[in-house]
Nanobody, 116 residues
Framework: QVQLVESGGGLVQAGGSLRLSCAAS????????MAWHRQAPGKQRELVAV???????NYADSAKGRFTISRDNARNTAYLEMNSLKPEDTAVYYC??????????WGQGTQVTVSS
C-alpha cells in the first residue's frame, strides 16, 4: 500500500517562502505524475502544479513565476517551493501521485497560512 507524507506547511507572512515536501512510501513500481493541489475554505480543490516522470511541469496561472515543483525520483519525493506568498495562497495543500499499478494516491494535506 502506498502512503504519502507531506510536510513543510506553516504560518508565514506575505512575501515569505515555504517549501513543501511529499514523500511516498510503500510498493511503488513507477510514479508517473506528482502534483500539488490546494483547497481554501469554501472553495473547490484546485491544481497548483504538476510534474511528470520526464520532468515536464505545468502550473496554475496563480502559481506561475512564484512556485516551483520538482521531484527526486530516487527518493520518491516531490517538492513545492513557494515564494512571494500572498494571503490568497492560504489553503490546505495536498500531494497527489499517480502511476502504474498504484492508481491515484492523495496525501493527508498540510496547512499553509499566509498572513497579511
Amino acid at each position: 500500500q502506498v502512503q504519502l507524507v507531506e510536510s513543510g506547511g506553516g504560518l508565514v507572512q506575505a512575501g515569505g517562502s515555504l517549501r513543501l515536501s511529499c514523500a511516498a512510501s510503500g510498493s511503488i513500481p513507477s510514479i508517473i505524475v506528482m502534483a500539488w493541489h490546494r483547497q481554501a475554505p469554501g472553495k473547490q480543490r484546485e491544481l497548483v502544479a504538476v510534474i511528470t516522470n520526464d520532468g515536464s511541469t505545468n502550473y496554475a496561472d496563480s502559481a506561475k513565476g512564484r512556485f516551483t515543483i520538482s521531484r527526486d525520483n530516487a527518493r520518491n519525493t516531490a517538492y513545492l517551493e513557494m515564494n512571494s506568498l500572498k494571503p490568497e495562497d492560504t489553503a490546505v495543500y495536498y500531494c497527489r501521485i499517480a502511476g502504474l499499478r498504484i492508481g491515484t494516491v492523495w496525501g493527508q494535506g498540510t496547512q499553509v497560512t499566509v498572513s497579511s
